[in-house]
């Protein structure tokens, strides 16, 4: 069992940044895939980044390639999401999720998460 608890959402004005953070409990982060979800109301969840055990391998949705970054630092059981060059279309609810299974894929699927934090909200005001 794992808590996620994300940090660092709030309004920001459209070509702003802004550094989320999700911090997790327990002993086993560094064997866990981790990603970022984004969700806006009456919308599925989708996709935005994830990275792999030791941070070597990324992954991004094409709508933030280049202006988003994954990061993580196992030692600090954190994983992190820069996020330049915001857009309004970028404002959700932001998810960090964990991925426990052992395969080395990384994956984009909301349901093969295994743990959630509760989210936070990104608002990117034109």
């Known amino acids: 069992q794992v808590q996620l608890v994300e940090s660092g959402g709030g309004l920001v004005q459209a070509g702003g940044s802004l550094r989320l953070s999700c911090a997790a409990s327990?002993?086993?982060?560094?064997?866990?895939?981790m990603g970022w979800f984004r969700q806006v109301p009456g919308k599925e969840r989708e996709f935005v980044a994830a990275?792999?055990?030791?941070?070597?391998?990324?992954v991004y949705a094409d709508s933030v390639k280049g202006r988003f970054t994954i990061s993580r630092d196992n030692a600090k059981n954190t994983v992190y999401l820069q996020m330049n060059s915001l857009k309004p279309e970028d404002t959700a609810v932001y998810f960090c999720a964990a991925d426990a299974t052992p395969y080395i894929t990384i994956r984009r699927l909301p349901p093969v998460y295994d743990y959630w934090g509760q989210g936070t909200q990104v608002t990117v005001s034109s």
């Open positions: 990275i792999s055990w030791s941070g070597d391998t990324t």
């Open positions: 327990g002993r086993t982060f560094s064997s866990y895939k």
